[in-house]
């Protein structure tokens, strides 16, 4: 089945670095790509999607690109500040379903 | 507006008993869907509501988990004779309507079994 693989964490980071977080995915066809985060003692909200290939997800300063050729969406923040400490997944949703990577936990510090 | 709210927020149960996970969705949304995340894992599909009837069911683990959304607005998660495996975040989400919608997700529902 449809499936999501992203880069395992932990990873810590400066404030003002730059971020990179990996997903490929596997898909029989042409899924929309999520990036969902989670701060700490809150619910999964939804940072960032695109529909089809090129198309470019972005939202609070983070960006990700529908790659069709190496299969990947991998998100990307120029300055990272410390209120970006999250969990963040990766998803893609095959008709109404979401599949989620196992998540990379993010700690930024000042 | 209110977002989706679920309830209990966190519950142990011993092994063996039965829980009841109330999930509200957003009013108005007619797609309710739960989630398993378990711990250190992403979520995982459990089962999918379109109004009142359980379209995909598919996800359920055992047949000890059930759903049902009678009204076609709360929905609850049902586990009978919980073991320790069952013990993870249950996450409900709800979207507005038709398959493709953004999901909202609830704050989640953290089942301790021991």
């Known amino acids: 089945g449809d499936s999501v693989t992203q880069m395992e964490g932990p990873v810590t980071l400066s404030e003002e670095a730059f971020l990179t977080i990996n997903c490929t995915y596997t898909?029989?066809?042409?899924?929309?790509l999520f990036w969902y985060v989670q701060y700490p003692g809150e619910g999964l909200q939804l940072l960032l999607k695109?529909?089809?290939?090129?198309d470019k997800g972005s939202n609070k300063g983070f960006e990700a690109t529908y790659r069709k050729e190496t299969t990947s969406f991998h998100l990307e923040k120029g300055s990272v500040q410390v209120s970006d400490s999250a969990v963040y997944f990766c998803?893609?949703?095959?008709?109404?379903?979401?599949?989620f990577g196992a998540g990379t936990t993010v700690t930024v510090r000042a | 507006g209110a977002g989706v709210s679920q309830s209990p927020r966190y519950k142990v149960a011993k092994r063996g008993q039965d829980v009841a996970l109330r999930c509200d969705p957003i009013?108005?949304?007619?797609?309710l869907f739960w989630y398993q995340q378990a711990l250190g894992q992403g979520p995982e599909f459990l089962t999918y509501?379109?109004?009142?009837?359980?379209?995909?069911k598919s996800g359920l683990p055992s047949d000890r988990f059930f759903a049902e959304r009678p009204e076609g607005s709360v929905s609850t998660l049902k586990i009978q004779r919980t073991q320790q495996e069952d013990s993870a975040v249950y996450l409900c989400?709800?979207?507005?309507?038709?398959?493709?919608?953004?999901?909202?997700f609830g704050p989640g529902t953290r089942l301790t079994v021991l």
């Open positions: 695109a529909t089809k290939a090129d």
């Open positions: 998803a893609l949703r095959d008709d109404y379903k979401l599949s």
């Open positions: 898909a029989t066809g042409y899924p929309s």
């Open positions: 989400a709800s979207a507005p309507s038709g398959r493709t919608d953004t999901q909202y």
């Open positions: 009013s108005g949304h007619v797609s």
């Open positions: 509501f379109q109004n009142e009837a359980q379209l995909d």
